[in-house]
């Protein structure tokens, strides 16, 4: 037996996979990837594939990036792991220093975690802290607002913020109570709004929301323009704006999870910034080492941070870390990461490869069985429909959007759809030609599934 189909029944043997339904894939060949090269994955038997998911939205320069390669070879020579508990490392300071001279005017600390998840997690805590240590305590704002079709990650306290039915509902006897604003879902609005006429009846919703709850309310936490896991959902431009303003009316802070847009997804290297925005709390993960290792930061305005100042008595301390906290091999690798999207000049040559990216996606609108395109910067999801006048969805059994992720496969490209949503998030590095065989791949694929 080969050793690819060993690791393939090994795998299938012994491994639980994330968000897998493991009796299916226990029947099928479980594809083993060995190698990666710039924006290509190489499986256990040498064949090659675009990586159009960017390894689940964090790869951004490639993979065997020498610079980063060469940041971690480096890190390795001092020291691998020493903790931010009592000791600080140089890693970790200078990518602190780095992250606050690039993020929205009024961040000003750094707060280093692991994951996504443990960044909204630590952004919910510090919120809800702060409501009860800032000069005029506000103990009565415990809550959180969110969205519908949210997705802040995996853990409970970030579960209990998410929106996604079918990821968070059988969990909720678990969750604390969250408040929940319409997703600002156009092409299935929950409103039955119609975008042209609408005013944005879903953010008026949410200010509403947020004046009525203000009392209770310690912050809204969304995605800025883009929900990704909820299904590449796309807010209206001025959406971001509004739910800025409301929130710092009726004094409610804002956590803006850029966990998934964040570090130039968007065209910008912030989300945040095409509204000019500055959040009071900014969650970052994914991208922030390049797609190398698991590295986290949530980033608080000085006013949250020295909310947190007291006595050691005082019992102000924000009581929360892990052990891996400001780990010196990622903050080398996410120095590394800043330092290509100087050199090589990453956000100006994304530019060209986005136009190019929305020409093919006007060609994927044209299909019969494609209902809606979403597009920002270089994010998209293309939302399939069993039927197009009627918007109608395809029956969950039949699984298109899988059917169609299947299909791109053998013609050398990985995607992963959410439901039958399509969804295009490739590394910023991609080169054109890979982006055309890419969305070539895609087309076919649903030309051929979607007949
Ligand atoms: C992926 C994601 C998370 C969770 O990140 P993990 O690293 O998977 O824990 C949180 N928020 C958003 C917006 C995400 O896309």
Redesign the pocket.
């Known amino acids: 037996m080969s050793f690819s189909r060993i690791l393939s029944e090994d795998d299938r043997r012994y491994v639980w996979h994330p968000f897998t339904q493991m009796k299916q894939w226990e029947q099928s060949r479980p594809l083993v990837i060995a190698e990666g090269e710039g924006a290509l994955l190489i499986d256990s038997d040498g064949r090659e594939y675009i990586d159009g998911v960017s390894s689940?939205?964090c790869n951004v320069h490639g993979h065997r990036r020498k610079e980063i390669d060469d940041a971690i070879i480096a890190q390795l020579g001092k020291i691998a792991h020493s903790t931010l508990l009592g000791l600080a490392n140089e890693p970790s300071v200078e990518l602190a220093a780095k992250l606050i001279e690039i993020a929205p005017d009024g961040l000003s600390r750094v707060f280093f975690s692991d994951?996504?998840?443990?960044?909204?997690e630590v952004a919910l805590k510090m919120a809800f802290q702060y409501q009860r240590q800032r000069p005029d305590p506000r103990r009565g704002k415990t809550r959180f607002l969110a969205l519908d079709n949210g997705?802040?990650?995996?853990?409970i306290g970030?579960v209990g913020v998410g929106g996604i039915k079918l990821f968070h509902g059988i969990y909720e006897a678990m969750l604390m109570p969250s408040l929940f604003a319409p997703s600002p879902y156009c092409y299935r609005c929950s409103l039955g709004k119609r975008r042209e006429s609408c005013g944005m009846a879903c953010a008026a919703q949410l200010e509403k929301m947020v004046e009525e709850h203000a009392d209770e309310l310690a912050a809204v936490v969304l995605?800025p323009l883009v929900q990704?896991?909820g299904g590449i959902i796309t807010a209206p431009p001025g959406y971001l704006r509004r739910a800025r303003d409301a929130t710092r009316r009726c004094d409610v802070l804002l956590i803006a999870?850029?966990?998934?847009?964040g570090f130039g997804r968007t065209g910008r290297m912030f989300a945040c910034e095409h509204e000019g925005v500055c959040p009071d709390l900014l969650?970052l993960?994914?991208g922030i080492s390049g797609g190398y290792l698991?590295l986290?930061a949530t980033l608080a305005t000085d006013e949250i941070y020295s909310a947190f100042l007291g006595e050691p008595d005082e019992r102000k301390t924000f009581y929360h870390g892990h052990t891996y906290t400001g780990n010196p091999l990622a903050c080398a690798a996410g120095i590394a990461n800043l330092a290509v999207f100087d050199s090589d000049r990453t956000l100006e040559k994304l530019k060209p490869k986005i136009e190019r990216l929305a020409q093919h996606l006007e060609e994927i609108a044209t299909l019969e069985h494609v209902g809606d395109v979403r597009r920002r910067g270089f994010i998209a999801g293309i939302e399939l429909v069993a039927d197009r006048p009627t918007r109608r969805r395809y029956p969950t059994a039949i699984r298109m959007g899988a059917k169609v992720a299947a299909a791109t496969r053998p013609r050398g490209a990985i995607i992963r759809p959410l439901g039958d949503v399509v969804v295009i998030f490739p590394p910023l590095c991609i080169t054109v030609q890979q982006l055309d065989t890419l969305m070539r791949a895609v087309r076919d694929s649903i030309e051929e599934c979607c007949p």
């Not at 994951?115 to 909204?120: E, K």
Request: charged letters at 20%; a negative charge.
């Open positions: 689940l939205w994951d996504g998840s443990t960044a909204v997705y802040h990650g995996d853990t970030s995605e990704g896991a999870d850029e966990v998934a847009v969650a993960s994914k698991p986290a």
